[in-house]
């Protein structure tokens, strides 16, 4: 019996070295467009988040102003009348590490451009105990003020004083981060420390403060002119007590780079008017590394009316 002679060519048979440098070729290249595809969804996962977590600052800074602004000048109905007292909303333009007094004061200029705000109110105690609070009076540290409360940082005495003031400005954090602070009264044990005060943190991310004041010309009881701290002050602290309406805008920054430079484009805060000029109207970005930025607005109108002899203010 004869086995049958197979040729070596026949027997072994496999992928020459063109054809496997063509398939590596061909694979390297799936694989780079796979990671480039993962990178992409990456990329576009991380700016949803970053848009959400700005939203969500920006809206929770918005309702944070708007908060204060209408508890401003409120006080109980029993208590006597505030025309001693100081005005119960005042403020600065362009102002850094403000001090709180009848008109806030300045240390050096805000961040941006950025104005301070003060607010004065009262609090709210319960019915058969008025200096028990019932937390519909809340403090921008998330203390609520009960009806009777130590008088203010001017040592002014509770029959005359608003029980709360809450400063409102934008600094620089540790970390380099800018954030929307406020400045409150000290407390021990639960009791109001007079004339010291505490900052805090309340929101990463603000940019910028701009304010600005409503007042009624026509004397309809209406805002109709709406000036910035600087007009009013010249016209004396008795002018914030005409103050009807506020103006905010908050210009909010993601924490994400862009892939484009910052810079470039404005941000538009307030319509702009002939006699206001720069940041009071526009934010320009500064230069350096590109994020996420939006402007959040409102127009606030004061709860609480401004005590006068007529009935019209």
């Not at 918005?62 to 403020?91: C, F, K, M, Q």
């Not at 959040?296 to 006068?308: G, K, T």
Request: hydrophobic share 45%; proline share 7%; with cysteine.
């Amino acid at each position: 019996m004869t086995s049958a002679c197979v040729p070596l060519r026949q027997r072994w048979k496999g992928y020459s070295l063109i054809e496997l440098l063509v398939g590596l070729t061909l694979g390297l290249l799936v694989s780079a467009l796979a990671m480039s595809a993962l990178h992409m969804a990456q990329a576009a996962y991380r700016t949803a988040v970053d848009l959400v977590l700005l939203e969500e600052r920006g809206q929770r800074a918005l309702a944070i102003v708007t908060h204060l602004v209408h508890h401003a000048g409120w006080l109980p109905d029993a208590a006597p009348d505030p025309a001693d007292a100081p005005p119960a909303l005042s403020g600065r333009d362009d102002c850094g590490q403000p001090g709180i007094a009848a008109v806030p004061s300045c240390a050096r200029s805000g961040v941006n451009g950025s104005d301070a705000l003060l607010v004065r109110f009262s609090g709210s105690g319960r019915e058969l105990q008025p200096t028990v609070p019932d937390r519909t009076m809340v403090d921008c540290s998330g203390y609520a003020l009960a009806a009777q409360s130590v008088g203010d940082a001017a040592g002014a005495a509770p029959a005359t004083a608003y029980a709360g003031a809450n400063l409102l400005y934008v600094a620089i954090g540790a970390d380099g981060e800018p954030q929307l602070l406020c400045r409150y009264a000290s407390r021990r044990g639960g009791q109001v420390q007079a004339g010291s005060w505490t900052s805090g943190a309340l929101v990463r991310g603000v940019e910028a403060m701009q304010l600005r004041y409503g007042i009624d010309t026509s004397g309809d009881g209406k805002p109709d002119t709406f000036l910035r701290a600087e007009e009013l002050n010249r016209r004396g602290t008795s002018a914030w007590r005409g103050v009807l309406a506020v103006q905010v805008a908050l210009v909010l920054r993601g924490e994400r780079p862009l892939p484009q430079a910052a810079g470039g484009q404005r941000l538009v805060l307030f319509p702009p008017t002939p006699d206001v000029q720069g940041g009071d109207t526009v934010f320009q970005p500064p230069a350096g590394p590109g994020v996420m930025r939006r402007v959040f607005s409102a127009s606030v109108r004061l709860r609480n009316a401004v005590p006068c002899a007529a009935a019209v203010c």
